[in-house]
């Protein structure tokens, strides 16, 4: 039977780019040896990650005035390395504070310095996105989340900001074009979009490098890595080779214009149905419902276990909310079909068949 | 043509565990889908995690006293988090330096503390191992290195300390039987004997957890990954589950006392052959020569050009040393079997019955 995987992450990447990933495991680049057993300093190797920072800065449209890392320890190190590399030790930070994740990186953040959690969609559970605060010109950075994995919700546009923005991509991006040129710091875990779990892109502005004057750790420092062209210490060469494939991947589908395109149908698609099915509601409560994570409720609790028969049934693999707002999200990121969308849509409606009253 | 590969890492891993790896990258658990796209709460790989865990304690004799877990960033990193996590701020930290990766060690400390190099074998470009020191009874623990990578050397008995030992194991981890359960800490790099790069093994005494007091950020404390059970973010998913395939082959092939005894018969003969050879001689001016790193040099280096071009006929990869010593070094972990060492043996002794004089 076919899955149709709607896991958050990490999630479902290229079958193309599986089936390549696979080989290379057995045979890299006709070399008789596995990718994962060559010397990170063989040419071989220094080509996948040339190609995978250069591929960075094609589909983000970006010049020689930033750098492209491949580092390690997830979006949650990069919690700790943004303010250690950019919070000078007597400087403030901003942050809005839009769910989970965002709290997190503002608790590591109070740890070096002095933060101004500027706002916050907490009082109602992250279900909507703040607008209209006023960003303070005296802070080193502002700090911002673009998607919210958790609650379903996504920026529709970027701040227009008097400090460098440091945006948190993690869960979209390469899923739509953004102006990553206007902003200082853009960090995503790869588990969603871009590749497999065990790598972190970084893109920074070559002028924020060193900001903080602090003295470092050297794998804490941005200028060690850049330094050492991503490769200071060992990187993880296997999330690094299938990231490259999966980039390379989106620009053979058109960049990042056709990628909007294709998830914008996919979750038009599903939202619709959520809006007009009479057995289920939308969990965000504004008008930045996400292209990537949609979630949704079914308004009587007593049909879950009938609906979770179903979808089993059909295949689909991923779809619980996450436990701090339970009922479902469908992630339905970059590489999902739209047929699996469909399937999902079509479950929707047999259910509503079945026992809408 | 079968490459033999002599990497230092990334390095020879068996070939059983490349083939399951490679399959799982198409369908994992018979879930029909890729190992990389499956959630890392899904219980299929919450139990390769709990396994991976598992295993080491099980080859390494280490009970409940210990945590073991499966961190990023490198042996690079735990340069940083040991003193973080066990250097009190007004404590001392005791360093052995034996290398390169040790002096960086003792420079990440030095941003955390004070530092005492209590031996060094600099003086002699760490081509032997300090011996006869004592270890001060007023510092927070020793740290040393078993195994350095580019200079040939391996401790060949572990030091008798009155405080807790942290011990970067990188490069020998799981080659041979050693005395876990009397150190303080171990971490090790996967990329040789455990894995693929991109996770590194951390094994730690309970009671040394927050010992330094400090307040850290979340990913850089153990405590913190403890509790998590090692996945408080998302785990380097596919270099755990490599890493717990070749645990499992290790004990497959008889555990750790297996490993040593394959390992002394493969450095046994290159050493041999080096010290046989009237075109060779060996780097390591002591008794400790590696069983993992073999490093010797022509003693005519005119003759590097043809011995070069002999072992790329014969299909032996990697042979090259670290810039900082030169010649040539034979990395002969775990996975690698004695007949490839044989070839290269042979390759010497072709050289010897055309150029020696």
């Known amino acids: 039977m076919k899955i149709h995987n709607f896991s958050a992450g990490p999630a479902i990447l290229p079958r193309t780019v599986l089936e390549q990933a696979s080989a290379a495991l057995l045979d890299f680049n006709g070399t008789g040896l596995s990718l994962i057993e060559v010397s990170h300093r063989d040419k071989d190797f220094e080509g996948v990650m040339h190609e995978a920072r250069a591929a960075v800065k094609r589909l983000l449209g970006l010049g020689d005035d930033f750098e492209v890392l491949y580092l390690q320890g997830g979006a949650s190190l990069q919690f700790a390395m943004v303010p250690m590399n950019l919070l ?64 379903g919700t996504q920026m529709q546009s970027f701040p227009d900001s008097p400090v460098p923005v440091v945006c948190d991509m993690s869960s979209d991006i390469f899923s739509r074009p953004v102006p990553a040129a206007s902003m200082g710091l853009i960090y995503a875990g790869a588990q969603k979009n871009m590749g497999p779990a065990g790598t972190t892109l970084v893109v920074i502005r070559k002028d924020l490098v060193g900001r903080s004057g602090r003295k470092l750790n050297a794998m804490l420092d941005y200028g060690v890595h850049i330094k050492g062209q991503s490769m200071y210490n060992t990187p993880p060469v296997f999330a690094v080779y299938v990231s490259m494939l999966t980039l390379q991947w989106i620009e053979s589908q058109g960049g990042l214009s056709a990628m909007e395109k294709r998830n914008r149908a996919k979750a038009d698609l599903l939202y619709s149905e959520i809006n007009r099915n009479s057995l289920f ?15 949704f409720v079914l308004k009587e609790t007593t049909l879950e276990a009938v609906f979770e028969g179903l979808l089993r049934e059909a ?17 339905i990121y970059n590489a999902m079909p739209i047929e699996s969308v469909q399937v999902l849509v079509d479950v929707m409606q047999a259910l509503e068949n079945k026992y809408a009253s």
Do not use: C
Not at 281 to 295: A, C, E, Y
Not at 319 to 328: I, M, N, Q, T, W
């Open 88 to 151: 000078r030790p007597a400087g403030k930070a901003a942050y809005v504070n839009t769910g989970t994740w965002a709290t997190k990186a503002i608790e590591d953040a109070q740890k070096l310095g002095e933060v101004q959690v500027i706002a916050s969609s907490e009082d109602k559970n992250f279900s909507y996105l703040p607008t209209g605060y006023t960003i303070p010109q005296d802070v080193d950075y502002l700090h911002i989340t673009s998607n919210n994995t958790i609650y």
């Open 281 to 295: 509601r939308p969990t965000v409560t504004d008008d930045s419902g996400s292209l990537m994570n949609v979630t």
């Open 315 to 331: 295949g689909i693999s991923g779809l619980k909310g996450h436990r701090s707002v339970g009922g479902y999200r469908a992630s």
